[in-house]
């Protein structure tokens, strides 16, 4: 069970630690845009500052620094989680004398992926956090494809209506259908877990569905 609540709270955080980098990241080039802008007297900051060390100790300084640690906090996570995952594989096909592709981890970064070997039709589902795996061979993936939820709302078209003579009118509405929370879905020959589902992006599970094709019938 300890385990099990460990590989849970890996994933979650590193589910938060791909938008929280890419977030704070912009926001720290944004605030150091900002105060490069006030130094040389350009952008409202300045109105604000009236000597250099004022603006080194604003409100301003302290949100750069808080994004550049979010920043950087969240890509080291990243980076040690991609380098145990690399290791992982590395260490599988040395003692197997297997050929598994590292730079392609299906469901990465989260703690638990899959991964290829096209060569000896072989696949990996691999646990980092207790960094244990099982192989299987390429007949017990069964199927795949992108999964998606739509998502029905009503939203402004740009035009409008008259409601009365008086000549009031406004805006129309139209029903639209978004699509979110894109993810391939396996289809296996586990009875115990007969689907696995990892989200992803849209561009991303596509890119996905275009490689297992590529894998299994190429």
């Given at each position: 069970?300890?385990?099990?609540?460990k590989t849970?709270?890996?994933?979650?955080?590193?589910?938060?630690?791909?938008?929280?980098?890419?977030?704070?990241?912009?926001?720290?080039?944004?605030?150091?845009?900002?105060?490069?802008?006030?130094?040389v007297g350009v952008g409202p900051a300045r109105l604000s500052q009236t000597s250099l060390w004022g603006l080194l100790t604003s409100e301003l300084m302290l949100y750069l620094l808080i994004s550049l640690a979010i920043f950087t906090l969240s890509f080291r996570f990243l980076a040690r989680l991609q380098a145990r995952c690399q290791a992982l594989v590395a260490r599988i096909n040395a003692q197997q004398g297997l050929s598994f592709d590292?730079?392609?981890?299906?469901?990465?970064?989260?703690?638990?992926?899959?991964?290829?070997?096209?060569?000896?039709?072989?696949?990996?589902?691999?646990?980092?956090?207790?960094?244990?795996?099982?192989?299987?061979?390429?007949?017990?993936?069964?199927?795949?494809?992108?999964?998606?939820?739509?998502?029905?709302?009503?939203?402004?078209?740009?035009?409008?209506?008259?409601?009365?003579?008086?000549?009031?009118?406004?805006?129309?509405?139209?029903?639209?259908?978004?699509?979110?929370d894109f993810a391939i879905e396996l289809q296996t020959a586990d009875p115990q877990r007969p689907v696995l589902s990892f989200p992803m992006s849209r561009r991303a599970a596509e890119t996905w569905c275009a490689r297992l094709n590529a894998l299994f019938n190429g």
């Open positions: 069970m300890a385990s099990v609540w849970a709270g890996m994933g979650a955080a590193a589910a938060l630690a791909v938008p929280a980098a890419g977030l704070s990241g912009l926001a720290a080039a944004g605030f150091t845009l900002i105060l490069v802008l006030a130094m590292a730079g392609h981890l299906l469901g990465y970064p989260a703690p638990a992926f899959l991964v290829f070997d096209s060569r000896n039709r072989k696949l990996a589902a691999c646990d980092v956090v207790n960094d244990a795996y099982k192989l299987h061979d390429f007949s017990w993936l069964l199927g795949w494809q992108m999964t998606w939820r739509e998502v029905e709302s009503m939203e402004m078209n740009g035009g409008s209506h008259q409601v009365n003579r008086t000549g009031m009118s406004v805006p129309t509405f139209e029903r639209t259908v978004r699509a979110k």
